[in-house]
């Protein structure tokens, strides 16, 4: 190559636009659960720098997050919330940790005392109220909320256990907030997914609700007695009911779910939105988007 090709060459190299790291938030649990969050990392990793940050809202998990994009080489961080919903306490936390919101939301402060698992390994005295340090601008994306991506997976989850559509009740279950109005936000968002369920294939009903587990007991007593009460009803109706987990990952609510069924007849799907090859597409649109909410 001549030397004058060698300094066009440069010149489009450094004219052109970098791409940012990947922040890859999510909820963390089980061993299993959040290797199955590293696996979709490593895939998003060999197309764009990524990193994960594991817990809800752990500033301690985050700030080292940030910190290993930005030794990588990263210019800029779009955080992409590997979670059900955006109306949620945890997705605006951290939102506050990521210096997108004024003003910390008061479950933070909860939030920070709590043990995060395997998501971060910083000293105890670090301030988890306080918002990270990065010398770099970040950008959030949405959750998973009514993207297509979401009815696109669980059909494939359903279609795996299911025998003849047309005589089949599909019910898809989440986990769900505390206050009403975002349970409200999380259930408008449960419609679109369901209204594209039934519309790929001629299931005879899709239902949604949310159980609500962090919610006081009499609400989330009630939300057992939903659940229930439809599933009763479908049965009733001569439908083989189908339980769809609407969740991020298996080895969280779909043990208190079959709990909740307890004597019922149904059949339940084997795995969440995770693994799923198809989200490393996703997490890439997401960061190819800049972060649009």
């Known amino acids: ?62 700030q080292a997050a940030v910190d290993r994009l930005v030794a990588r080489g990263a210019t800029a961080i779009v955080a992409v919330p590997l979670f059900v919903s955006s109306h949620s306490s945890v997705v605006t936390s951290t939102e506050y940790l990521l210096g997108l919101r004024t003003e910390a939301p008061r479950e933070l402060a909860l939030f920070a005392k709590m043990k995060h698992g395997t998501g971060g390994h910083v000293a105890h005295e670090d301030d988890g109220t306080v918002p990270v340090r990065a010398a770099v601008p970040i950008r959030m994306t949405s959750a998973f909320d009514r993207d297509s991506i979401v009815p696109e997976i669980l059909l494939t989850r359903v279609m795996a256990i299911s025998r003849d559509p047309s005589g ?41 609700l949310t159980v609500r587990d962090d919610a006081p007991a009499p609400i989330r007593d009630a939300a057992t007695a939903e659940l229930r009460a439809l599933v009763s009803r479908r049965i009733s109706e001569g439908r083989r009911v189908l339980i769809v987990p609407q969740v991020v990952s298996y080895g969280g609510i779909e043990a208190g779910v079959r709990k909740r069924l307890d004597g019922l007849d149904y059949a339940i799907t084997g795995q969440g939105l995770l693994p799923d090859d198809r989200l490393v597409g996703w997490v890439l649109g997401k960061a190819r988007d800049g972060g649009a909410r």
Request: proline content about 8%; glycine content about 6%; overall charge negative.
């Open 1 to 62: 190559m001549t030397a004058l090709a060698l300094v066009l060459a440069a010149v489009i190299v450094s004219t052109q636009p970098s791409k940012p790291g990947i922040l890859l938030l999510a909820h963390g649990g089980s061993p299993a659960w959040d290797n199955a969050v590293r696996a979709l990392a490593s895939g998003v990793d060999e197309q764009q720098p990524t990193e994960v940050a594991l817990g809800m809202a752990s500033r301690p998990a985050i």
């Open 168 to 208: 089949e009740a599909v019910v898809l279950v989440a986990h769900g907030p505390v206050p009403d109005d975002d349970n409200r936000a999380w259930l408008a968002d449960m419609a679109v997914v369901a209204g594209r369920l039934k519309e790929a294939v001629p299931f005879a009903a899709v239902d949604y």
